[in-house]
């Protein structure tokens, strides 16, 4: 769509940030509440000559997004709970042949079938620790149609940048909300292409453990493989080649976070000023949880608000700076209770409260909001 | 003729110091997976020479098991080797997005028809242009002889005393899912392998290739029991080289000629197996499509 404002819902907002960052490749299959970014995605692809493919199943998206990938495209799939479940073993294969390749996942009610289509935020721990082995994932999460669009974008950037797969941990609620949309003119909003894959490397035969991407066809002789490896993609289970690897995979994600740090995309906060609680919460679930903070506030009571806009790598030595005086902290999540422990890993003396909500629906503010003014009165 | 040419014209040391990477072997001894490299790169090298492939345009990608490594890491060119039963899907993706390449798919039996037979239907019915070549071996052979969808009935596995499972056709299947190529050999049939794979990796659409192989570690020991016919000096001569007994299993008897290449039969059971090009047909293909609407003007 052209650069101007647009009300549209958080799915077509997301698969239009895609477009914009440079996305030719989408691979996918049919779910709620994804659904809406696989339709945009499928409308608008072939006019920017792209590639919408829909597959059998989601593990086969998987594959054919990481396999677009290393033929020099930038790729994406989009896909809710189940759908995700079934990625993981792939997704697995991306982290280890540090391939950049984008997953939504339009959280939803589990588990199982669950609530299908009610939004959840119950895959945060699987963004984290779903496919076996050790990962250390990227992983963004929007609270507005505008965040849906922005943040599809940054995926790319940091997908592209540190050679590895991102991810956009949506839910249901912002996937079907409808609001404005800003899509800023072509190249005002930052765009990231992938480092190129040159021979003028020291050890040009290497193609791991390095930012550029190689790609297929230019007669590299690639050899890329989910078993552990050398550099140069030879199989190799020498312990210290695959520490190496392993080591490199969570260098990058801490070098992601510290940059995620400075261009202010780990986490927001707001009423911090000599607040004695803190709300923190992050994608749909913040926003009652802000409105909650807002009223309390006009109710004299000081409660401060931080948002998680990346969930992976968790912002703990930020956080915990913000936090290091606070005496309370509520964490808001459409879960029964995850992110509250990483939370709770960095709290020093805080007592950590769960507000949790399952059931395919969002909070109530007002629930938020006696739960915090319940503990302030204590 | 120098000692070390072949009936094909060129020297071993032409095809391994082009197409192969200086890397040892993990096969055992007697397998049939060398066999199926050596006919890939003489198909591979007759197309080059031929100018109908470029070499920096094959990309091989392989899942898991014995069959995947055929090409990661032997052969030099691009190579993706991919996660249990997803080579295709893979496969797809690569394809798709640089329609240039010349994808070949190797996989097994267990890998292609059982984890993965889900991607290798849908492949074959969008006409995805890649040749998938399918080492029937029987058997899980990595894993250790389990029973596998292609097993013989009645044999013993190490999963199943007595396999109750009927083997799987996978040639038919391609023909139902809609394959536009559909082959079957076995690892005895040397040159049409090759002829064939140098049809069907300029085939413009899906192309399948079957090849029965020997696994002399693990079928040869369900196979000795319904060989029957072995005199006991036979047996014995089976037992020391499974691989190359299996191997004579493995020919058949002449019926005729279809579609331009000779058709065979052999048995392994009771019910003979056909070898030859089932089906070589056109239509159009997914990319086909893809790039078609292209030219759709859209409200951009």
């Known amino acids: ?378 | 003729m120098n000692k070390s040419e072949n009936k094909l014209g060129k020297p071993q040391e032409y095809y391994r110091e082009r197409y192969l990477r200086n890397l040892p072997t993990a096969f055992c001894a007697g397998c049939g997976n060398g066999t199926i490299l050596n006919c890939f790169v003489r198909a591979v090298d007759a197309l080059i020479q031929d100018k109908q492939l470029q070499h920096q345009n094959l990309l091989s990608v392989s899942g898991i098991g014995c069959s995947a490594w055929i090409p990661s890491p032997h052969f030099k060119g691009d190579t993706l080797h991919t996660t249990h039963g997803r080579a295709i899907a893979f496969a797809t993706g690569a394809k798709i997005m640089n329609p240039k390449l010349q994808v070949t798919v190797f996989t097994g039996d267990g890998d292609g028809a059982a984890i993965g037979g889900n991607h290798l239907i849908h492949a074959a019915r969008r006409n995805i242009p890649m040749t998938v070549i399918l080492v029937n071996n029987l058997n899980y052979g990595m894993t250790g002889g389990q029973s596998a969808p292609t097993t013989p009935l009645h044999v013993q596995t190490s999963t199943y005393p007595k396999n109750p499972e009927t083997p799987f056709d996978l040639s038919q299947l391609m023909l139902g899912a809609g394959a536009t190529y559909v082959a079957r050999w076995t690892t005895y049939y040397v040159n049409e392998i090759v002829d064939t794979l140098k049809e069907a990796m300029i085939h413009p659409g899906f192309s399948f290739i079957e090849i029965i192989s020997q696994c002399p570690t693990y079928a040869a020991r369900f196979l000795t029991e319904f060989q029957t016919s072995l005199t006991p000096k036979e047996q014995e001569q089976f037992r020391r080289q499974p691989g190359a007994w299996m191997l004579k299993a493995l020919k058949g008897k002449k019926t005729g000629v279809a579609n331009g290449h000779p058709r065979y039969q052999i048995t392994l059971q009771e019910k003979p197996i056909d070898l030859g090009v089932f089906k070589q047909e056109r239509r159009p293909t997914l990319i086909d499509y893809l790039q078609g609407l292209w030219n759709n003007k859209g409200d951009a």
């Open chain 1, 1 to 378: 769509m052209k650069a101007g404002l647009y009300f549209v819902d958080g799915g077509i907002a997301c698969a239009e940030g895609a477009i914009y960052a440079g996305c030719r490749f989408f691979a996918g299959y049919p779910i709620t509440p994804a659904t809406s970014i696989v339709e945009q995605m499928a409308l608008r692809l072939p006019q920017v000559k792209g590639y919408y493919v829909q597959m059998e199943d989601e593990l086969a998206s998987m594959a054919a997004i990481i396999g677009a990938s290393w033929s020099g495209g930038k790729t994406m799939t989009a896909t809710s709970g189940p759908g995700f479940s079934l990625m993981q073993e792939n997704l697995g294969y991306a982290y280890l042949t540090e391939t950049p390749v984008v997953v939504v996942d339009a959280q939803r009610s589990g588990p199982s079938t669950g609530q299908a289509t009610m939004p959840g935020q119950q895959d945060v721990m699987q963004a984290r620790y779903g496919t076996h082995g050790d990962i250390a994932p990227i992983a963004f999460c929007p609270w507005s149609v505008q965040e849906m669009f922005d943040f599809t974008i940054h995926a790319f950037n940091y997908a592209e940048k540190f050679r590895t797969p991102t991810l956009v941990m949506a839910d249901g609620e912002i996937c079907y909300m409808r609001e404005p949309l800003t899509i800023p003119k072509s190249s005002a909003f930052p765009v990231l292409n992938r480092n190129r894959f040159t021979k003028s490397h020291p050890r040009p035969e290497e193609i791991f453990l390095r930012y550029e991407m190689p790609r297929f066809g230019d007669g590299h002789n690639l050899l890329v493989t989910g078993s552990a490896h050398r550099p140069n993609g030879v199989r190799d289970y020498t312990p210290t080649f695959h520490r190496a690897t392993i080591e490199w995979i969570f260098k990058k994600s801490q070098q992601a976070g510290q940059a995620l740090f400075e261009e202010k995309l780990d986490l927001e906060a707001s009423h911090l000023d000599s607040a004695e609680s803190v709300v923190v919460s992050f994608g749909a679930a913040a926003r009652p949880a802000y409105h909650a903070v807002q009223t309390a506030q006009k109710n004299g009571v000081n409660v401060g608000f931080v948002r998680l806009k990346t969930l992976w790598p968790f912002p703990e030595a930020h956080l915990k700076a913000l936090l290091k005086d606070i005496q309370r902290i509520f964490v808001v999540e459409m879960n029964m209770g995850m992110m509250v422990h990483e939370v709770a890993r960095i709290a020093c003396q805080a007592d950590v409260i769960s507000i949790p909500k399952v059931a395919g629906e969002v909070h109530d503010a007002k629930e938020i909001l006696k739960a915090v003014m319940e503990a302030d009165a204590v």
